[in-house]
Nanobody, 125 residues
Framework: QVQLVESGGGLVQAGGSLRLSCAAS????????MGWFRQAPGKEREFVAA????????YYADSVKGRFTISRDNAKNTVYLQMNSLKPEDTAVYYC??????????????????WGQGTQVTVSS
């Protein structure tokens, strides 16, 4: 079992930056690939970024590529999402998620076993 707690959300002007953190409980954090998703009002939850067990492989949605960076620190049981050049369309609740294994693509919500409660990111124009 893994418990995930996100932090770092807030209100920022367009063009600004935020860094989200997701702290995981348990001793097996390094056994989980991690992902970030977001959900805007009235929209489905969508993939943002994912990172492999060791952090050697990262994946991004086209909409955030070049602006967002996912990273992890297995010693601290934490995954991060650095968000730069934020746009109003980035406004959403951001969720981190953990997946243990499986063939379901990393960009699908169905691939993930555990979810955090979410943190609000609001980008003003």
């Amino acid at each position: 079992q893994v418990q995930l707690v996100e932090s770092g959300g807030g209100l920022v002007q367009a063009g600004g930056s935020l860094r989200l953190s997701c702290a995981a409980s348990g001793r097996t954090f390094s056994s989980y690939a991690m992902g970030w998703f977001r959900q805007a009002p009235g929209k489905e939850r969508e993939f943002v970024a994912a990172i492999s067990l060791s952090g050697g492989n990262t994946y991004y949605a086209d909409s955030v590529k070049g602006r967002f960076t996912i990273s992890r620190d297995n010693a601290k049981n934490t995954v991060y999402l650095q968000m730069n050049s934020l746009k109003p369309e980035d406004t959403a609740v951001y969720y981190c998620a953990a997946r243990s294994s499986g063939r379901t693509p990393y960009y699908s919500t169905l691939a993930y076993d555990y979810w955090g409660q979410g943190t609000q990111v609001t980008v003003s124009s």
